[in-house]
């Protein structure tokens, strides 16, 4: 008989066996960069707040005075009693980064992934989206029971070649991709994919989880979504479009209408994140300069974003070089698959506006005897 013991159990252990098991381990972040991590003070290059948003003075003032006014939760959905006057303003600033006729905010950017391809494509339709894409959006194709074939990574000729093979099969067809990926730092060739999609009649979706502020927007994409929880700096999620796919979107993505809204406090601090990233230019400028000085000390090429993946291969391997990092006093995560793809296990490098020359420096130093 298998319990559901027994069954955790084998599964677990056949993870064991090939170096894929992973636990939760208590890291308090203290003054970023640093963490401690099981009573260890590392140097973190692991965050995704790339502008050390999440603890800007004037972040913590806006959400500390929404959470004073409406408390510690949204009490609701949007459509029901959850739809805060702080969401219009948040909005308003997504729209107009974004270049777009409207946006809607969601309770994280996987819920976004999960209601908006399924709205966008049924039985029917055709998706064909990255091999690299987000597990978020390999769900959302799976939940929308579309059609589907991927593409080789960031490989324009490769789509049009589905394109032209698949397209006219399918009533409604739909491209995704993400505008920088977040596991190797690199950036899709946004141009060309707009154009092949204009040829063949599809919409496109982008995931900018972390293209903010790295890839100038461009409106000529179908939907821009991304989180508000990596360079914002806080929690959700946000899909931006013409007023009436958003409109669309807000009658038919399920994970919009099921979904309690995000707490007041957290939208507010998110508007108060983007307007800085707005208005600071320096502070927008300061984590690719970290990681270029970084990729210089190391005598690689420069990088195109603050994620500089260092590709070890094997699984034990990486997470070998991970743990000597570690006892140096740095936390760089080891990514292993199914975050990416098998025999490509690394370490996940990323730089943010508050790292130092100096860590950088050091970080090289260790890293270069350890290679
Ligand atoms: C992190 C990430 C998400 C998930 O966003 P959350 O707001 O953390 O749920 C979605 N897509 C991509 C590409 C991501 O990197």
Redesign the pocket.
Known sequence: MLTPATFAATELNALRERHLYRTLRETERLDPPYVLRQGKRLISFASNDYFGLSVHPEVIAAAQEALARYGAGAGASRLVEGNHPYYAALEARLRAIKGTEAACVFG???LV?LGVIPALAAKGDLILFDRLC?A?MIDGVELSQAGWKRFRHNDMAHLQALLAEERNKYRRCLILT?TVF?MDGDIAPLDEMIALAKRYDAMTLT?D??GLGFVLPNSEITLQTG?L??GVGG???YVCGSAELIDFLVNKARSLLFSTALPPAVAAGAARALELLQTDASLAAKPLEMADYFAKMMGWEAPQTPIIPLIVGEDEKAVALGQQLEEAGFFVPVIRPPTVPKGTARLRLSFAAFHSKEQVETLAFFLRKLL
């Open positions: 994280s950017g996987y992934a987000h978020c993400e977040g995931d989880a972390h989180t929880s990596k929690y959700g999620g």
